[in-house]
């Protein structure tokens, strides 16, 4: 069966980049968005939307400490999904395309685990001094 437009093998169907551009440029933009609300108390505890572990889960002191000790991360993370987000329109050639897009997906991913992680580390540290200990639901299931 053929096309109505025809393309070169191994060229990346323009369709396809721009779906790639939309998705990572909105996912991108609501990592950042919905970290930033959250860190700034505009976006409560919720079961949608932003850092949702059991010790951020835990209380609203905890998802607001979890916020602002991760939003630089986040907004990081973000902002390097919204960079290869264009990377579909820059290359025609589809292993380069899909090297570029997944390796670059994942690496936005390290400043997003980055932050979680101080978050966490954040909570813990302040319960500690706090003397509150892990309350129930406080952590992810694993106990050191």
Same mark, same amino acid.
């Given at each position: 069966?053929?096309?109505?437009? #025809?393309? !070169?093998? +191994?060229? =990346?169907?323009?369709? *396809? @980049?721009?779906?790639? $551009?939309?998705?990572?440029?909105?996912?991108?933009?609501?990592?950042?968005?919905?970290?930033?609300?959250?860190?700034?108390?505009?976006?409560?505890?919720?079961?949608?939307?932003?850092?949702?572990?059991?010790?951020?889960?835990?209380?609203?002191?905890?998802?607001?400490?979890?916020?602002?000790?991760?939003?630089?991360? #986040?907004? !990081?993370? +973000?902002? =390097?999904?919204?960079? *290869? @987000?264009?990377?579909? $329109?820059?290359?025609?050639?589809?292993?380069?395309?899909?090297?570029?897009?997944?390796?670059?997906?994942?690496?936005?991913?390290?400043?997003?685990?980055?932050?979680?992680?101080?978050?966490t580390?954040?909570?813990?540290?302040?319960?500690?001094?706090?003397?509150?200990?892990?309350?129930?639901?406080?952590?992810?299931?694993i106990?050191?």
């Amino acid at each position: 069966m053929t096309t109505v437009m #025809a393309r !070169a093998a +191994g060229e =990346v169907p323009i369709g *396809v @980049a721009w779906l790639i $551009l939309v998705v990572l440029l909105a996912g991108g933009a609501a990592v950042g968005v919905t970290t930033v609300m959250a860190a700034r108390g505009k976006l409560s505890r919720n079961a949608l939307a932003g850092i949702r572990t059991g010790r951020s889960m835990a209380s609203d002191e905890n998802w607001l400490l979890m916020h602002r000790v991760a939003r630089p991360w #986040a907004v !990081a993370g +973000g902002a =390097v999904m919204g960079l *290869v @987000a264009p990377t579909g $329109l820059l290359t025609s050639d589809e292993s380069v395309f899909g090297v570029v897009v997944t390796a670059g997906t994942l690496l936005s991913l390290i400043p997003l685990f980055i932050g979680v992680h101080r978050g966490t580390r954040a909570i813990k540290e302040r319960e500690r001094k706090d003397g509150s200990g892990s309350a129930s639901g406080s952590g992810s299931g694993i106990r050191p």
